[in-house]
């Protein structure tokens, strides 16, 4: 199975996340994971390998990316208000880095 990891700068979060691609070619699928997690944690934790068989059947190319719950949901010292500014960050790093980088990375297959 093709593996590629690439790191994704967002200027809304000041910060690079994490990119990881499985597969050659297929739809585009974007997994995001648990609370707190990174863009490995579908592949540590058996959920790639559970759809290896549309991976290499090259009916799915699978992205996962890193979350930042951190710095946003999952940080109960900041107002509710600020939380959710932190996560409209996370919101702009997806659209504006993540999907472009899918669109152009699967020549535009959506």
């Not at 996340?17 to 058996?46: C, I, K, M, Q, T």
């Not at 559970?50 to 946003?72: E, H, M, N, P, Q």
């Not at 409209?88 to 999907?99: F, K, M, P």
Request: proline fraction near 5%; charged fraction near 20%.
């Amino acid at each position: 199975m093709n593996l590629n990891h690439h790191e994704l700068y967002s200027p809304a979060i000041g910060a690079s996340g994490s990119l990881v691609a499985f597969g050659h070619y297929g739809r585009p699928v974007l997994a995001f994971p648990a609370e707190r997690g990174r863009a490995w944690d579908w592949h540590d934790n058996g959920m790639v390998g559970a759809i290896a068989g549309l991976i290499d059947d090259r009916r799915v190319k699978l992205y996962c990316v890193d979350s930042f719950d951190s710095t946003s949901w999952s940080n109960d010292t900041l107002p509710l208000e600020q939380r959710a500014q932190q996560h409209g960050r996370y919101e702009s790093w997806i659209l504006d880095q993540v999907l472009p980088f899918i669109h152009h990375d699967t020549g535009g297959a959506t």
